[in-house]
């Protein structure tokens, strides 16, 4: 099967400079302090951060690569794992 590969794979969708991933994380923090309160306010402010600094250690987009290789997250438009023909 020979398959279209995408132009540019290390450049992620940005929302200014956060991925998906980061707004995700911010926006679960975020409504789990107007649910609970509290600490969680601080917890809204140091998970973000804390995330980010484990997330500078590995390349760009490594998050959703590793949702991919255990299953739970599908990546659409791109070839599959065992393809070894491409077609630009």
């Known amino acids: 099967m020979i398959r279209k590969f995408p132009q540019y794979l ?3 969708f940005q929302v200014l400079w ?3 991933d980061d707004l995700a994380i ?3 923090s975020f409504i789990f302090a107007q649910q609970f309160g509290g600490y969680f306010w601080l917890v809204m402010i140091v998970v973000p951060w804390a995330y980010s600094r484990f997330k500078r250690q590995y390349p760009r987009g490594f ?4 949702l991919y290789f255990i299953g739970l997250a599908p990546m659409k438009g791109y070839p599959q794992f065992f393809e070894r023909d491409f077609l630009e």
């Open 18 to 20: 956060f991925e998906p």
């Open 26 to 28: 911010m926006t679960a």
């Open 63 to 66: 998050l959703r690569h590793v």
């Open 10 to 12: 290390t450049q992620p």
